[in-house]
């Protein structure tokens, strides 16, 4: 089995802020698919092809509460978090097969919880705040124009993940190398 993990916050307060971007895609990719995610007490979850994909609800900071409940009663082999990303401009994606929590703290509680960084990420830029606090500016929402970036992304996302869904990590590396130059030409003219 394979966990994939959209972090985020529950609830309808933060359904559209940009800390919950990764929850909101998996929305769009299950959604896509034809399929609901189905409740647990601590996320939500769909299971398809091996692969479990889940929403914590545990809230951002006690991410790594939700993916150790589904270790307690599945084998996984590999994990995939898709998480927001300040350091990234809206629009950016950045996969990595393991690395550092980067002062993300849904990262960090997942990374606390494994007793390890040895988990994939797929970072979604959703760029840095100009004048306001970070914590007030990740919990904030997506303005107009951004969501319009947003959808390309999305699409972007889905490609990604079915790459990954019914292939690998390598595979969806692979598929973001190829689609990355069309991809940034359709941001740049939006």
Known sequence: MRLVVGLGNPGKKYQNNRHNVGSSFLDFYIKKLGYRFKRKIKFD????????????????????????SI????????ILVLSDDIY???????????????GHNGLRSI?????????????????AP????????VLDNFSKKEEKILKFVFDLLNDLLESYHHG????????YSVLKKSYSKKILDS
């Open 45 to 68: 979850y769909f299971t398809l092809d091996n692969v479990i994909f889940i929403k914590p609800k545990t809230y951002m900071n006690r991410s790594g509460d939700a993916v150790s």
């Open 71 to 78: 270790l307690t009663k599945y084998k996984i082999a590999e």
């Open 88 to 102: 990234l401009p809206l629009g950016e994606v950045r996969i990595r097969k393991k690395g550092s929590p980067g």
């Open 111 to 127: 990374s606390e919880s494994l007793g390890s960084n040895d988990f994939s990420r797929l970072r979604i830029g959703v760029g």
């Open 130 to 137: 100009e004048a306001e606090a970070l914590s007030q500016y």
């Open 168 to 175: 690998d990590l390598d595979q969806m590396i692979n598929e």
